[in-house]
């Protein structure tokens, strides 16, 4: 099956840095990533979608300035937390869908990051 | 919020049993997807089921779906402690993907 991966699988960092976690799918493009976000014992929500080589489409709530997402290739997707605070801190995971039509979407391992 | 409720919140069963999960959601829907998601980890797609359809299965699962109720079950027969995970059901209203997940249920099955 298609494969996404995620780096780094868990960062810690002091307030005030930018972190940027990356998602790539391996053995296949990927035109549209997506972003989650997942606290301790709860579901996961959509931060953001993007297809690449265009700009992002976030969802409500989510501050566009501080999370940063590029989708430079059909491989590759960033997510850059800028100006870290402890309460960023989060299971982040990215997923990732071959063309317009394919109903299924293939999760990345996810990231844990810890903001002090 | 347009997050779908799962129930129960957590199941513990012994191995062996079937395990049912209940989802519920909010809007009209294109497909309604369930996931598994063991401990720290990434999700894995488990079945996914159209509007049109009322039934699914693959191998131990077996998915409902009822647009009517705007509800769905997936239901693991013969659960094994491998099965200890969360399970999420997933919306798509669209058709393109934006997944609105549901609050999930913690199986555990024990030896």
């Known amino acids: 099956g298609a494969v996404v991966s995620q780096h780094p699988s868990w960062v810690i960092c002091k307030s005030g840095t930018s972190v940027k976690i990356e998602c790539r799918s391996l053995?296949?493009?990927?035109?549209?990533m997506f972003w989650y976000r997942q606290f301790p014992k709860q579901s996961l929500m959509l931060m953001a979608t993007?297809?690449?080589?265009?700009?992002?489409?976030?969802e409500q709530g989510v501050e566009k300035d501080k999370f940063l997402i590029n989708h430079a290739s059909l491989t590759l997707s960033t997510l850059t937390v800028t100006s870290a605070h402890p309460e960023d801190s989060s299971f982040y995971i990215c997923?990732?869908?071959?063309?317009?039509?394919?109903?299924?979407?293939?999760f990345g391992p996810g990231t844990r990051l810890l903001v002090l | 919020s347009q997050q779908g409720e799962e129930d129960p919140q957590a199941l513990s069963i012994q191995e062996g049993e079937n395990a049912t999960m209940n989802c519920s959601y909010k809007?009209?829907?294109?497909?309604l997807q369930w996931y598994r998601q063991n401990s720290g980890r990434g999700l894995v797609h488990l079945i996914l089921?159209?509007?049109?359809?009322r039934e699914k299965h693959s191998g131990r699962l077996r998915v409902t779906l009822d647009t009517s109720k705007k509800s769905s079950s997936l239901l693991i027969t013969a659960s094994r402690a491998a099965d200890t995970a969360s399970y999420f059901c997933?919306?798509?209203?669209?058709?393109?993907?934006?997944?609105?997940f549901g609050t999930g249920t913690r199986l555990l099955v024990s030896p």
């Open positions: 997923s990732a869908r071959v063309g317009t039509h394919q109903e299924t979407q293939y």
């Open positions: 053995d296949f493009q990927a035109t549209t």
């Open positions: 993007s297809n690449e080589g265009s700009k992002a489409t976030y």
């Open positions: 809007t009209s829907i294109n497909n």
């Open positions: 089921i159209r509007s049109n359809e």
């Open positions: 997933a919306t798509d209203a669209t058709g393109f993907q934006k997944l609105v």
